[in-house]
């Protein structure tokens, strides 16, 4: 079977809070958010993540979300392409209100592992985790 496309669906407590968060980070808005739902586009190939009130999207799961507190549903991956633009997003991330759990930056002097990888984990304000990678040897 050949898929059109693919896409995320995640949870979240407030959807204007959620898109205030990523366009601060500088995503593009994929279509209008309503009081339901916001969307953005990730990545060169528009990768699209929408985010419905928990509510909402529990009654499409017909059954229960994570509780993000104690678990994990997902973890996406987001590449930087240069260091200095690693670094700039590190510092949107805290200046928009994401928690910080790990950067290479500040808890290690030396690269994340033996492949030069420069690593920041962090959660947006509902708790959804990200990997922001950057590859030091291109």
């Not at 809070?17 to 601060?24: K, L, S």
């Not at 909402?56 to 987001?78: D, I, P, R, T």
């Not at 590449?79 to 805290?94: G, Q, R, S």
Request: glycine fraction near 8%; hydrophobic fraction near 35%; charge should be negative.
């Amino acid at each position: 079977m050949k898929t059109k496309m693919i896409w995320a669906n995640l949870g979240v407590d407030d959807v204007e809070r959620t898109q205030n968060f990523y366009r601060q980070l500088g995503f593009e808005l994929n279509g209008r958010p309503t009081k339901e739902s916001v969307s953005f586009l990730f990545g060169d190939n528009n990768f699209v993540i929408h985010f419905f009130r928990k509510e909402k999207l529990q009654e499409s799961l017909e059954g229960a979300l994570c509780n993000l507190a104690k678990g994990n549903e997902v973890m996406f991956s987001l590449a930087a392409e240069t260091k200095n633009e690693y670094d700039k997003w590190v510092e949107l991330i805290k200046k928009a209100g994401g928690k910080i759990f790990f950067d290479s930056n500040n808890d290690r002097k030396e690269f994340y592992d033996e492949n030069g990888f420069f690593v920041c984990v962090f959660a947006d304000p509902d708790g959804h985790k990200f990997n922001l990678l950057y590859n030091d040897n291109k």
